[in-house]
């Protein structure tokens, strides 16, 4: 976690490191919880060209049915429902 140079206040850099491979399997067949892990990420740096894609490809969002809206993560479900 990098603090001090973000935007807003109280904000941070989370920074990950992944592998191209580990990017390849969430793309193809991660679970719900792998995909949102992606939610808003951003790739900041890289050498390869196809790592963009791949973390854009790894996106995922549940919509809930009955109320046709997408909700971030489990965790925040509740706020989603009413």
């Known amino acids: ?3 001090g140079k973000c935007t807003y206040e109280g904000g941070y850099f989370d920074v990950k490191y992944m592998t ?7 793309a193809q067949k991660g679970s719900e919880h792998a995909r949102n892990s992606f939610y808003r990420a951003r790739v900041m740096f890289s050498d390869d060209p196809e790592i963009p894609g791949l ?3 790894s996106i995922y969002r549940l919509i809930l049915q009955e109320n046709k809206i997408l909700f971030p993560c489990n965790r925040r ?3 989603y429902v009413g």
């Open 1 to 3: 976690m990098i603090q």
């Open 20 to 26: 191209k491979e580990f990017l390849k399997m969430v």
């Open 55 to 57: 973390v854009t490809k």
């Open 77 to 79: 479900l509740e706020q």
